[in-house]
């Protein structure tokens, strides 16, 4: 039975993903020409309509969709055999690419490494630093093997585990008056003093679901992308905020007028964990290396 190319899937799904012909053809390393035939050479085989092509535009039908989602499936588990059939012969030849959230890298991704490359000496690790959400996307499309997050998250194809549990402290200016930290309520605080991380960081959902607002208003609209930012204005006296456990204890307060309180660990808590792609082969080695991880 005659199949399509693995090259026309691929190709189709560098379309999806860059919606336009130019930028795809670039990202797969081939002509715009030769990219627009082998989706039109596809489109034959399937006897099927997969985009809508316009002088403008690029439109996926919806069975183009459809089968763009499949084909980048189809396409991970191709690399994942590559892959599986290389570390079946010599498990440390492969890198490792490891995803981790930026309110867990600064504190424990450099202990981890150490502890890594004293176990395993040949052993390549790439580190990539982002959200949650893009870490899984990279995760599910074979661009990394392993992400350090803030669980749970609920993602299709994707193992996770839980490692520890962590809590977190309110920090505020020694000198104060925008809360009484013997006394804490949240819904008491002025507008606008409470600075969280922007949209996408775990973090913000994770105090959110602690502080149990009634009041939106209490939210800065400012969005930090790191809890440093944070810090910086809290020490100024221009709000508070809250750091998790693992950031008090790598002294990111050393040398700040800041003071906190450690909040109910029944309601202000995040589990520190691993997420990795379901079925992989390379399972026995990953669980190994997240037990390196320090807490």
């Known amino acids: 039975m005659h199949l399509p190319s693995i090259r026309q899937l ?9 919606g336009h012909f130019g930028r795809a053809a670039v990202t797969e390393n081939v002509t715009q020409s030769t990219l627009s035939t082998g989706i039109k050479e596809l489109e034959n085989y399937l006897g099927i309509t997969l985009v809508e092509r316009t002088n403008k535009s690029v439109v996926f039908t919806d069975l183009g969709k459809q089968i763009a989602d499949r084909s980048r ?7 994942d055999l590559i892959e599986d059939a290389k570390a079946l012969s010599s498990p440390l030849s492969n890198p490792v690419r490891l995803g981790v959230i930026p309110t867990i890298a600064p504190y424990a991704i450099s202990p981890l490494v150490v502890s890594i490359r004293k176990k395993y000496e040949g052993l390549k690790l790439y580190i990539r630093e982002d959200t949650t959400q893009n870490l899984m996307r ?5 661009k990394l093997d392993l992400a350090i997050i803030a669980l749970p998250f609920e993602a299709n194809q994707v193992n996770t585990r839980i490692m520890y549990r962590e ?6 200016n020694k000198n104060t008056e925008l809360v009484n930290p ?7 605080l002025p507008d606008e003093s409470l600075l969280l991380l922007d949209d996408g960081h775990c973090l913000r959902d994770h105090a959110l679901a602690g502080c149990r607002l009634k009041n939106d208003k209490k939210i800065h609209t400012f969005g930090a992308n790191s809890l440093q930012m944070l810090l910086q204005m809290v020490d ?20 700040t007028r800041i003071q906190t309180k450690r909040l109910p660990s029944k309601r202000f808590y995040r589990d520190i964990g691993f997420a990795w792609r379901k079925g992989t082969s390379r399972e026995a080695l990953y669980t190994e290396l997240m037990d390196l991880l320090p807490h």
Do not use: C, R
């Open 73 to 79: 499936y189809i396409i991970t588990q191709m690399e």
């Open 138 to 142: 990279e995760l599910s499309q074979n």
């Open 182 to 188: 013997n006394k804490i309520d949240f819904d008491a």
């Open 10 to 18: 691929q190709y189709l799904v560098a379309l999806h993903e860059e």
């Open 236 to 255: 100024d006296d221009l709000g508070v905020t809250l750091v998790p456990d693992m950031a008090i204890d790598a002294g990111v307060l050393k040398g």
């Open 167 to 172: 809590g977190m402290h309110l920090a505020f």
